[in-house]
C-alpha cells in the first residue's frame, strides 16, 4: 500500500511528466553525484548549472549563475490562497486557491519532461526537537537540492516522522522556462503546500525557508500559539562567561547574517551563532522564551562581506567539513577560478566576468557581483557556531531586537518601556528597500518586525498575536530597536556597525540585568552616552550626538506614515497599539 506520500509523489509526476524521480536520501555521496549532474547535464539557458571553483582557495565551493531577471525575491508575484481573503490581510498578495491551482496546474503541465523530478524529505529544525516540522519539496534541478541540503537537515528521518500522515508539508517547485510572465509563488497555508514556478533564486525556490518557515509557519504559530519569525538567534558572551541569548529582526539585506557571526570590537566579549535569519519562539514551560533555528544553513549576501566585516563569514566559507559551499551571481576571476564581489579583501583581480558571465572591469557604472549576490554554506562550518545549536530545546531569549534601515531620524538604539510598547515599537518600524527583492531600492516602507514581505496572514493579527504571547510570558524578553544605518550630511553612515555594534549589544544587556539607567523620552530609552562603551572607537562628539538627536518636528510625516500603515488593517488592529499611537503622538507634542 502507498503512504500518503508516496501518493502524494505520485500525483505530482503525474502533472508535472518528469523523465525520472529519485528520491534523495541527504547522503555527501548523492551531494557528489548531484554536483556532477549540475557541471555536466543541467544547464540554465546554454549555461551549466554549477562550475567548480579553486578548491585550494575555496574548499568544496561551486559557481552558479541564475537567469538574469531571476536574482531576487519577487514579492509582486508571491500570493497567499487562503479561501478568507480577510484573514490574508492588506499586507498579502490574495488569489482565491480555486483560482490559484487552476493557473499553477496550467502552467505545470508537463513542467518537468525531459527533466528529473528530485523528492527531497527534510527536517525544518532538529529532527529531535519538539518543535521540528516534517517536510517534503519536488524540485527538478540540482542548483535548489543542493542548497535544500545545505539549509535544511535533509533525509530519512522526516519521511520516518511522516509515516503514514498526511499532515506533512509540501513543496512543489519547478524552474519552469524561467519566463518572468509564468512565475509565481502560491502559498495554500491550510493545506501546507508551497507551489512554486518560474523561478529558481533562493527565497523563490527554497521552500522550506521563507515560504514554509515565515510565511506558513507563521500563520500556524497564530493557530498553535508560538511565533516564526525573521530573526537571528546569537549568544553574546560577557567577560565574566556569562552567556545571554538574544533575537534580532531586521528587514532583508540590513545586517543579520553580519551580526549574528559579530566579531567583538570589546575586548572579553564574543557572539555565539544560532541563526542568521529565521527563528521560531516558543514559550517554555519555566515562562521563558525559547528560540530554535529551523534551518541548517546560511544564505547569505555576498557584497560586503571580507576579513574586515565578518570574519568569522569568511572563515565558514573556507571551512570545508561540509559538502558544498554555493556562490550565486557573484563576479568570478577566471584566471584563479575565484568568486569576487564588491568589499572583498585584497586587490580587485585583472580578469574578471560578472555576474552574467561578461567580461567586466571595475567602473562606477555597473557592479561585478550583483548586489543581491549570494552563498550558501553549512553553519557547521561556522567556527564560533553555539554548542545549543542542536538544542531540542532551543535557548531562552533575554532581549528582542527589532530594526530598520534608516539613513535619518530614527535613532542608534530605543529600549521599549515594556512588552506592550515594545510591540508597537516593532509595528511602527519603517525601513528602507534593498536589492534582496525585486523592487526600487532605497524607498521607506513600513516593515513591522522586518516580515512585511513574510507574515503569511493579516498583520493586525500578528500584532494581537504577539500582545497574546507576551501575556503568556513569565519572564518577557526586553525589546529593543536599533538603526546602524544613519547617515550625515555628505551621505556617510555615522555608526561605524559590524564589530562595533557589540557596543551596543553590550548596552542592552547591562539593561538586561539592571546595571545601567537610562533616559526616558517620547520614543522609548535611550542610552546615557557614559553607559555606552565606546573605548577605541574614533567618533566625535557631535555625531554620536546626532546618532540619539530627537527632533519631535523631524516626526510628524513618520506619524503619518505610521498612522495610514496602520488604519489599512482597520478592525483587525489591536486596541492596545491604537493607544500606545495617541500616547507616542502626545509625548511628541
Ligand atoms: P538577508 O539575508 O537578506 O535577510 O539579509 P541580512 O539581514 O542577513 O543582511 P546582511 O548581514 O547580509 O547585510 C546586508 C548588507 O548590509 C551587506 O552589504 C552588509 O555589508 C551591510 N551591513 C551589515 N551590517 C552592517 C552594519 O552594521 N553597518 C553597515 N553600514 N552596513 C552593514
Ligand atoms: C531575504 O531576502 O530576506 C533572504 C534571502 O534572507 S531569501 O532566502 O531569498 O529570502
Ligand atoms: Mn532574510
Known sequence: MATPLERWVEEQAKLTKPDKIYWCD?????????????????????????????????????????????????????FICHPNKDLTGPNNNWMDP??????????????????????????????????????????????????????????????????????????LHSIGDLDPNKRFIMHFPDELF????????????????????????????????????????????????????????????????????LQSALPGYKVWTLGDDIAWLNVGADG??????????????????????????????????????????????????????EGMDGDTPRNLTDWQGKVWAPSKDTKGAHANSRFTVSMYNCPMLSKEFDNPQGVPISAIILGGRRTQLVPLVT????????????????????AAAAHQVGTLRRDPMAMIPFCGYNMGEYFKHWLNIGKRLKHPP???????????DAGKFIWPGFGDNIRVLKWMIDRVNNKVSAQETALGYLPHIKDLDLNGLEISRDNIKKLFEVRPDDWKDELQDIKKFMEQFGGHMPDELRQEYRTLVAKLK
Not at 562550475?51 to 537567469?67: C, F, G, I, T, V
Not at 522564551?289 to 563569514?313: D, Q, R
Open 26 to 78: 541527504g547522503s555527501e555521496e548523492e551531494a557528489r553525484r548531484l554536483i556532477e549532474i549540475g557541471m555536466k547535464e543541467e544547464k540554465i539557458g546554454t549555461t551549466p548549472v554549477l562550475e567548480e571553483l579553486n578548491h585550494k582557495s575555496w574548499p568544496n565551493a561551486y559557481y552558479h549563475r541564475s537567469h538574469p531577471t531571476d536574482v531576487a525575491r519577487v514579492e509582486h508575484l508571491t
Open 98 to 171: 480555486a483560482e490559484a491551482k487552476a493557473k499553477m496546474t496550467q502552467l505545470s503541465d508537463g513542467c518537468m519532461k525531459g527533466r528529473t523530478m528530485y523528492v527531497m524529505p527534510y527536517m525544518m529544525g532538529h529532527p529531535s526537537s519538539p518543535y521540528a516540522k516534517a517536510c517534503v519539496q519536488l524540485t527538478d534541478i540540482s542548483y535548489v537540492v543542493l542548497s535544500m541540503r545545505i539549509m535544511a537537515r535533509m533525509g530519512k528521518e522526516a519521511i520516518d516522522r511522516i509515516g503514514n500522515s498526511d499532515k506533512f508539508v509540501k513543496g
Open 194 to 261: 508551497v507551489w512554486s514556478v518560474g523561478s529558481g533564486y533562493g527565497g523563490n525556490a527554497l521552500l522550506g525557508k521563507k515560504c514554509f518557515s515565515l510565511r506558513i509557519a507563521s500563520w500556524l504559530g497564530c493557530q498553535e500559539g508560538w511565533l516564526a519569525e525573521h530573526m537571528v538567534i546569537a549568544g553574546i558572551e560577557d567577560p565574566q562567561g556569562q552567556v545571554s541569548y538574544v533575537t534580532i529582526a531586521l528587514p532583508s539585506a540590513c545586517g543579520k547574517t553580519n551580526l549574528a557571526m
Open 288 to 341: 521563558r522564551l525559547y528560540a530554535i533555528n529551523p534551518e541548517a544553513g546560511f544564505f547569505g549576501v555576498a557584497p560586503g562581506t571580507s576579513m574586515k566585516t565578518n570574519p568569522n563569514m569568511i572563515r565558514t566559507l573556507k571551512g570545508d567539513k561540509f559538502l558544498p559551499t554555493i556562490f550565486t551571481n557573484t563576479a568570478l576571476d577566471t584566471d584563479n577560478k575565484e568568486p569576487w564581489w
Open 415 to 434: 529600549e521599549a518601556f515594556n512588552w506592550q510598547n515594545g510591540v508597537f515599537l516593532g509595528a511602527r518600524t519603517g525601513s528602507e528597500t534593498t
Open 478 to 488: 526586553k525589546i529593543f530597536c536599533v538603526n546602524w544605518f544613519r547617515t550625515d
